[in-house]
């Protein structure tokens, strides 16, 4: 057997971390060393969630106990703002994955306008590279710190960016309708997520200024090779977990709505965990949903010049955790679906 890696799980409490938790418990490559958490530091993890009752793993302990000398590689899954504070004491020698949005954003300007204040960590968001694996992954092999995006931007910029890249739809007509599951709000109790505000309904929310748009928008510029603006309205959906992307693109001239299926087949052929369904077919949350694949397809536009894409993922994987642990698979140099192999748990 080859030998392991010890990983740390910072936010081993909150969703992304128990994602994290159930996902690596089964990785052949690697030891759970350390959880951590800030108000259940105490607990054990099968207190925090009953799911893990019987499996050997370490005790919930304060960040500020984790013995770094133990540690080759740390999951950070804490809010974001507090991500930026914590990692700053992290030593240089460890390999990190960052599921917040805190290193996401290149630009330290964008990140104080979106965010509100300056960034506390400049030289870490200098050094950390934005890793959606299928687009990014000669870059993820070589970082230390890698900036895994977010589950809307994801699901949004997955389909979208090999269209802006060959040139095949107009890059100021992008507009982007997605719903998410509950579970991306996290699971420290909020008013808006009582079972009473998000049940027997769903709502826009974030509309017109959602700060993902930044991470959309840097995606895509850098796609265009020129600055991109996107509508993006983000939908709470009463579900557990998945997003549904419904984009909808206007076509370069000369273009159909075919090419477009055709360049994303072609583009993501080959890749285990991103499948292009057959032309027209409309992709459903609830098949890929505790997996890490993504599915997605287009359709026809009753609009002349015009095309719908569409997409979903479980945010929870492919949206954050298992992304997470992809990217760690391609610093590690292992190979990409260890640990990954889950398929969608249907019905
Ligand atoms: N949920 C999702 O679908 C996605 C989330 N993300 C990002 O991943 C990160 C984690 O999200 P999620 O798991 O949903 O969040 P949760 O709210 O579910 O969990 C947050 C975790 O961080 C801990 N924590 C909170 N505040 C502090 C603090 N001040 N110091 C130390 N630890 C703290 C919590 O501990 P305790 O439980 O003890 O309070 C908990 O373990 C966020 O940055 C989020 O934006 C990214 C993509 C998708
Ligand atoms: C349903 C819900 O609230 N979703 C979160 C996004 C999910 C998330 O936390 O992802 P990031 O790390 O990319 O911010 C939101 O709209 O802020």
Redesign the pocket.
Same mark, same amino acid.
């Given at each position: 057997m080859s030998e392991k890696i010890a990983v740390a799980i910072l #936010? /081993?409490? #909150?969703?992304? #971390?128990a994602e994290l938790v159930r996902m690596l418990a089964l990785h052949p490559r690697v030891r759970i060393a350390a959880l +951590? /958490?800030? !108000?259940? %530091?105490g607990s054990t993890m099968a207190e925090a969630f009953p799911q893990f009752t019987g499996l050997d793993l370490p005790r919930l302990i304060a960040?500020g106990e984790v013995d770094w000398a133990s540690i080759d590689l740390v999951f950070c /899954? =804490?809010?974001?703002a +507090?991500?930026q504070e914590v990692l700053k004491a992290v030593p240089a020698s460890i390999k990190i994955v960052d =599921?917040? %949005?805190d290193f996401r954003l290149s630009d330290p300007e964008a990140y104080a306008y979106w965010y509100g204040h300056p960034h506390k960590a400049l030289e870490l968001q200098a050094e950390a590279v934005y890793g959606i694996t299928e687009l990014d992954r000669a870059a993820v092999a070589k970082a230390r710190l890698v900036a895994n995006p #977010?589950?809307y931007t994801t699901c949004g910029q997955l389909p979208v960016i090999p269209l802006l890249e060959a040139g095949a739809i107009d890059p100021d007509q992008i507009v982007i309708d997605a719903k998410s599951g509950v579970? *991306?709000a *996290? !699971? %420290?109790a909020k008013e808006a997520n009582l079972f009473t505000e998000v049940s027997e309904g769903f709502h826009a929310y974030g509309v017109g200024h959602h700060r993902h748009m930044a991470e959309l928008e840097q995606g895509f510029s850098k796609a265009a090779g020129r600055p991109v603006r996107a509508a993006f309205t983000p939908h709470l959906v009463p579900m557990n977990r998945g997003i549904l992307s419904t984009i909808y693109v206007k076509l370069q001239p000369g273009r159909t709505a075919e090419d477009l299926h055709a360049i994303l087949a072609e583009r993501y052929q080959g890749e285990h965990f991103v499948k292009v369904l057959p032309f027209g077919t409309s992709p459903q949350t609830r098949h890929v949903r505790g997996s890490n694949f993504v599915f997605m397809s287009v359709a026809a536009d009753r609009r002349p010049g015009h095309a719908i894409l569409l997409c979903v993922l479980d945010? =929870?994987v492919k *949206? %954050?955790s298992g992304q997470a642990i992809q990217n760690m698979n391609v610093m590690m140099g292992w190979p990409e679906t260890t640990g990954l192999e889950q398929i969608g748990l249907f019905p």
């Open positions: #936010g /081993a409490s #909150g969703y992304t #971390g +951590t /958490a800030d !108000r259940k %530091a960040i /899954a =804490l809010p974001h +507090t991500t =599921l917040s %949005a #977010g589950c579970s *991306g *996290g !699971r %420290a945010n =929870l *949206g %954050a």
